[in-house]
């Protein structure tokens, strides 16, 4: 028998919760993945009933038929996150739904303003007492705007529950082919063999963006690409790419190697390019005379054994060319290369994260027929093509993790203590140098900055 679940949404009349969370439960509900009772209480601050509540969600919601099967899971609950009082009226719902071993989960869907206010009333109220390892509280990203305001979050955090009660989300973790590396690394020994600095030339990470700010410029005007994107998602993927073997597959041991990669990572001032699209200062909520970048470039090296000395690329940005996530992991040339007449391409490997999970492999093959000439050809693994029924989205997996007490694809602190450790050093010597940000009107622009600095095509 499935763990009696009470999930309880703060923010509940936001984007988040109607676009990714809602879906998602209903999506597990619909597998049977938890328990088919289970008690979604969304809170907001907005005098809804049950049927407007669900009207409004409706309005965002993806697929409207699908939200009709958890209609009667959810309760609407009007409160104010400020007052206290309103916690107990709260906890009294709560404690009548649930039973002894209830698995209670409270997520904040909100923005990071927030968190103390909810925390601090959460821990108040009685409704997560540190000890209860029933209960658990979920926060998005950001974490924090910098080194200094994320450890004033994080001991608040640790000041009213206990580490194991914490969740903290950054999505990218959840998607399908950023669970798949450490598979395909440390499963395929055609991989792990050559995983190190004799054989790997260099690697990409890239999270090339079409839109712009769209409606965020409050939220996006005060963080840009570097606090927004590799703080956090970039980084998360350069660990799980350099790390060592693990002693085992359990959250923590996994964690170890992680935090041993990011406590290593050294970036080259020169290689850096921060920039900004024409038009950004005309958005919505935006500071005319703001300094925000909305693309961040960088080469950045692991001082680990394995990867010392491999050129690793960040990239990220906004108005570019193409929607595209993708880690291009490019090796050695073989010792043979001279021995041909044809110039041969080095192998790489492309991990695709979006907007197509898969993998693929270039390698060098004889040109099919009579001639001798070599090309370069691609095995391709396109991970949606091959499956049946849609593929989980990110937040299904992170929920149904939550629910079984899982951790591995959540950050731990020191995870998120070292990635801005480099963030807010690359911020201060951006600062400090006589660098500008760079106006760009396409990818264009930016590819040519890159060449001339790096020598590498993008
Ligand atoms: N949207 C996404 O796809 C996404 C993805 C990754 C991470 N996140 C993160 O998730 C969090 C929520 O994002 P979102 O897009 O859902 O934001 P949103 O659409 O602006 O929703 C914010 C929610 O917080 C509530 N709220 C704001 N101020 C409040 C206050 N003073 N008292 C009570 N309630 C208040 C809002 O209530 P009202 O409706 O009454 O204003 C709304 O329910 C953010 O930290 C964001 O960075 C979002």
């Given at each position: 028998?499935?763990?009696k679940l009470i999930?309880t949404?703060?923010?509940?009349?936001?984007?988040?919760?109607?676009?990714?969370?809602?879906?998602?439960?209903?999506?597990?509900?619909?597998?049977?993945?938890?328990?088919?009772q289970t008690k979604i209480i969304?809170?907001?601050?907005?005098?809804?009933?049950?049927?407007?509540?669900?009207?409004?969600?409706?309005?965002?919601?993806?697929?409207?038929?699908?939200?009709?099967?958890?209609?009667?899971n959810?309760i609407?609950f009007?409160?104010?996150?400020?007052?206290?009082?309103?916690y107990f009226k709260l906890k009294e719902l709560i404690d009548d739904e649930s039973f002894e071993?209830t698995?209670k989960?409270?997520?904040?869907?909100?923005?990071?303003?927030?968190?103390?206010?909810?925390?601090?009333?959460?821990?108040?109220s009685h409704l997560?007492?540190?000890?209860?390892?029933?209960?658990?509280?979920?926060?998005?990203?950001?974490?924090?705007?910098?080194?200094?305001?994320?450890?004033?979050?994080?001991?608040?955090?640790?000041?009213?529950?206990?580490?194991?009660?914490?969740?903290?989300?950054?999505?990218?973790?959840?998607?399908?082919?950023?669970?798949?590396?450490?598979?395909?690394?440390?499963?395929?020994?055609?991989?792990?063999?050559?995983?190190?600095?004799?054989?790997?030339?260099?690697?990409?990470?890239?999270?090339?963006?079409?839109?712009?700010?769209?409606?965020?410029?409050?939220?996006?005007?005060?963080?840009?690409?570097?606090?927004?994107?590799?703080?956090?998602?970039?980084?998360?993927?350069?660990?799980?790419?350099?790390?060592?073997?693990?002693?085992?597959?359990?959250?923590?041991?996994?964690?170890?190697?992680?935090?041993?990669?990011?406590?290593?990572?050294?970036?080259?001032?020169?290689?850096?390019?921060?920039?900004?699209?024409?038009?950004?200062?005309?958005?919505?909520?935006?500071?005319?005379?703001?300094?925000?970048?909305?693309?961040?470039?960088?080469?950045?090296?692991?001082?680990?054994?394995?990867?010392?000395?491999?050129?690793?690329?960040?990239?990220?940005?906004?108005?570019?060319?193409?929607?595209?996530?993708?880690?291009?992991?490019?090796?050695?040339?073989?010792?043979?290369?001279?021995?041909?007449?044809?110039?041969?391409?080095?192998?790489?490997?492309?991990?695709?994260?979006?907007?197509?999970?898969?993998?693929?492999?270039?390698?060098?093959?004889?040109?099919?027929?009579?001639?001798?000439?070599?090309?370069?050809?691609?095995?391709?693994?396109?991970?949606?093509?091959?499956?049946?029924?849609?593929?989980?989205?990110?937040?299904?997996?992170?929920?149904?993790?939550?629910?079984?007490?899982?951790?591995?694809?959540?950050?731990?602190?020191?995870?998120?203590?070292?990635?801005?450790?480099?963030?807010?050093?690359?911020?201060?010597?951006?600062?400090?140098?006589?660098?500008?940000?760079?106006?760009?009107?396409?990818?264009?622009?930016?590819?040519?900055?890159?060449?001339?600095?790096?020598?590498?095509?993008?």
């Amino acid at each position: 028998m499935k763990q009696k679940l009470i999930i309880t949404i703060f923010g509940a009349t936001g984007d988040l919760t109607a676009r990714k969370l809602l879906p998602a439960l209903t999506k597990l509900n619909k597998d049977r993945l938890i328990e088919e009772q289970t008690k979604i209480i969304c809170i907001g601050r907005r005098d809804y009933d049950h049927a407007s509540y669900l009207d409004s969600v409706r309005k965002i919601y993806p697929d409207n038929q699908d939200l009709d099967r958890i209609k009667p899971n959810i309760i609407y609950f009007n409160m104010s996150i400020e007052k206290q009082t309103d916690y107990f009226k709260l906890k009294e719902l709560i404690d009548d739904e649930s039973f002894e071993d209830t698995r209670k989960i409270y997520y904040l869907a909100v923005g990071p303003d927030l968190l103390e206010v909810i925390s601090k009333n959460i821990n108040a109220s009685h409704l997560i007492e540190k000890k209860d390892i029933n209960s658990s509280i979920v926060f998005e990203k950001p974490f924090g705007q910098d080194l200094e305001s994320a450890k004033a979050i994080n001991e608040l955090l640790w000041g009213y529950f206990d580490e194991k009660q914490i969740y903290r989300i950054d999505h990218y973790l959840g998607k399908e082919m950023i669970q798949n590396i450490l598979t395909v690394r440390f499963a395929n020994k055609i991989f792990e063999d050559s995983w190190h600095n004799n054989s790997i030339k260099s690697i990409k990470y890239i999270v090339k963006e079409t839109d712009g700010i769209l409606n965020r410029g409050g939220y996006y005007d005060t963080s840009g690409a570097l606090k927004d994107m590799v703080q956090s998602h970039l980084l998360q993927m350069l660990a799980l790419v350099s790390m060592d073997v693990p002693k085992s597959y359990q959250s923590d041991d996994l964690k170890e190697e992680k935090v041993n990669v990011l406590k290593r990572i050294r970036y080259d001032k020169e290689s850096l390019i921060m920039g900004q699209y024409e038009g950004y200062l005309n958005e919505k909520n935006v500071n005319k005379e703001s300094k925000t970048e909305t693309f961040v470039f960088l080469k950045a090296f692991v001082d680990t054994p394995r990867f010392k000395g491999v050129p690793m690329y960040l990239l990220t940005g906004k108005k570019l060319d193409i929607k595209e996530s993708v880690i291009i992991v490019e090796f050695e040339e073989t010792a043979e290369q001279h021995k041909w007449h044809f110039p041969l391409k080095t192998n790489k490997l492309y991990i695709k994260i979006a907007p197509q999970d898969g993998i693929s492999l270039a390698l060098n093959s004889k040109v099919p027929g009579l001639s001798d000439d070599v090309e370069s050809v691609e095995l391709e693994y396109c991970i949606a093509c091959n499956s049946v029924g849609n593929m989980p989205e990110a937040y299904e997996k992170l929920l149904l993790d939550i629910t079984k007490y899982h951790k591995r694809l959540f950050t731990r602190w020191d995870e998120i203590e070292y990635s801005w450790q480099l963030v807010d050093e690359i911020k201060q010597d951006f600062v400090a140098s006589s660098k500008s940000l760079v106006t760009y009107k396409n990818f264009d622009e930016l590819k040519k900055l890159i060449k001339e600095k790096t020598n590498e095509v993008f």
